[in-house]
């Protein structure tokens, strides 16, 4: 099985700050890798793909780079509404593992 | 535009089994770029995938589910159901249902959601 592996767990930022996720993989999933964000009492939202091509409507300060195990999301300008919990999943091979989360709480 | 919605009862008794429906609406649950996940979510805890199914009956599982989870897919309603049995305190979480969109073969990222439905299992 293969395990992703985030970090950190909580991250705590102000309004403004450029904010880095990674995401690692077990074994190589090519960029079978995919992002969403999470808010509470809300399911999960997509926020991008192929680890990084980023889904309609999600805004450009959201990117995604990195192939084989490390994958990384950046959010390039931090906003309020951007104070969430954000999974990784990858999607390699007829199975799909989620990263245990990282939370983006506010300094 | 495409909806999931689970439905099922909330309430489950340890030892019996966990019974959830997903019905999909504003499309068809036979695309052929499409499959169809179950994920659950124990409170305050990350996100765990239970399986997966193509309208053929393609069934894919968590490992560490497999032997109690049972994933069908009813093409004529536009439904997928997920079983659990034996289920424990610890099964208690919310269950999502949700479209698993193909990258390719056995390949796919979750891209529409249910609500989630929450299952507590309790005596």
């Known amino acids: 099985d293969i395990e992703m592996t985030q970090s950190p767990s909580t991250l705590s930022a102000s309004v403004g700050d450029r904010v880095t996720i990674t995401c690692r993989a077990s074994?190589?999933?090519?960029?079978?890798l995919a992002w969403y964000q999470q808010k509470p009492g809300k399911a999960p939202k997509l926020l991008m793909h192929?680890?990084?091509t980023l889904e309609s409507g999600v805004p450009s300060r959201f990117s995604g780079s990195g192939s084989g195990t490390e994958f990384t999301l950046t959010i390039s300008s931090l906003q309020p509404d951007d104070f969430a919990t954000y999974y990784c999943?990858?999607?390699?091979?007829?199975?799909?593992?989620f990263g245990q989360g990282t939370k983006v709480e506010i300094k | 535009q495409l909806q999931v919605q689970e439905s099922g009862p909330g309430l489950v008794k340890p030892s019996e089994t966990l019974s959830l429906t997903c019905t999909v609406s504003?499309?068809?649950?036979?695309?052929?770029?499409?499959?169809w996940g179950w994920i659950r979510q124990p409170p305050g805890k990350g996100l765990e995938w239970i399986g997966s199914?193509?309208?053929?009956?393609?069934?894919y599982y968590n490992p560490s589910l497999r032997s109690r989870a049972t994933i069908s897919v009813d093409t004529s309603k536009n439904q997928f159901s997920l079983k659990l049995s034996s289920v424990t305190a610890a099964d208690t979480a919310v269950y999502f249902c949700?479209?698993?969109?193909?990258?390719?073969?056995?390949?796919?990222?979750?891209?529409?959601w249910g609500q989630g439905a929450l299952v507590t299992v309790s005596s």
């Open positions: 999943q990858q999607y390699n091979s007829y199975s799909a593992t």
């Open positions: 074994q190589s999933i090519r960029t079978r």
């Open positions: 192929l680890a990084s």
């Open positions: 949700a479209r698993g969109q193909m990258s390719e073969i056995g390949s796919y990222y979750f891209d529409y």
């Open positions: 504003g499309g068809s649950i036979t695309t052929s770029t499409s499959y």
């Open positions: 199914i193509y309208y053929t009956g393609s069934k």
